[in-house]
């Protein structure tokens, strides 16, 4: 039987916040693989919302390895998001989508690498978001971008149904390692 995507992102829901109750430590370990993540000098991170993998850990291992960092931050809720470097500890105040963004003070950048929460992924680099298309707008405003998923190794799927705005990911870090689908 398969889901529609509403159902599937109900049950990955789930899944997911049953990973992260299982695995408190999760998100440290995957930052333990934040140098196999492809080379780049701006990574854009996110701050985890609900059961999101965190990625506190994995932005004091691209910092501590000189990498920039940045932060996405949805201006209009209908056009792809922009990024502005960010350092953890800065202050930071919800943007149009309710999200955690740096101030409007800070300096507008462009990442090389996009690191994605999600729901779901596949082994081809299907991705599964919350549903409001930010980042698949994004990463079609941005095709040289590297786009890495940032997920539980549990929330992998066997095969994702996926539409013409959906954009593949380049690969997925997990706590189990980095797998690149390119």
């Known amino acids: 039987m398969i889901l529609d995507k509403r159902e599937l992102r109900s049950a990955m829901r789930a899944r997911r916040k049953a990973l992260a109750e299982a695995d408190a430590l999760a998100a440290v370990r995957a930052?333990?693989?934040?140098?196999?993540?492809?080379?780049?000098a701006m990574v854009a991170l996110y701050r985890a919302m609900g059961t999101e993998l965190a990625a506190?850990?994995?932005?004091?291992a691209l910092e501590a390895a000189g990498r920039r960092l940045c932060?996405?931050?949805?201006?209009?809720?209908?056009?792809?998001m922009i990024f502005r470097?960010?350092?953890?500890?800065?202050?930071?105040?919800?943007?149009?989508?309710?999200?955690?963004?740096p101030l409007p003070?800070?300096?507008?950048?462009?990442?090389?690498?996009?690191?994605?929460?999600?729901?779901?992924?596949?082994?081809?680099?299907?991705r599964l978001g919350q549903g409001g298309g930010h980042y698949d707008r994004t990463?079609?405003?941005?095709?040289?971008?590297?786009?890495?998923?940032?997920?539980?190794?549990g929330q992998k799927v066997e095969r994702l149904e996926l539409e013409a705005h959906d954009i593949r990911l380049d690969g997925v870090l997990t706590e189990t390692g980095y797998t690149a689908f390119k």
């Open 31 to 40: 930052a333990g693989f934040a140098d196999r993540l492809p080379r780049a």
């Open 105 to 126: 003070l800070a300096e507008t950048v462009d990442p090389d690498l996009i690191v994605t929460p999600l729901l779901a992924f596949d082994a081809t680099g299907g």
């Open 56 to 60: 506190d850990a994995l932005a004091v």
């Open 139 to 153: 990463f079609a405003a941005r095709p040289q971008t590297i786009r890495i998923g940032f997920a539980y190794a």
């Open 71 to 80: 932060l996405p931050v949805v201006l209009d809720r209908d056009a792809p």
């Open 85 to 101: 470097a960010w350092t953890p500890g800065e202050p930071l105040e919800l943007d149009a989508a309710g999200c955690p963004a």
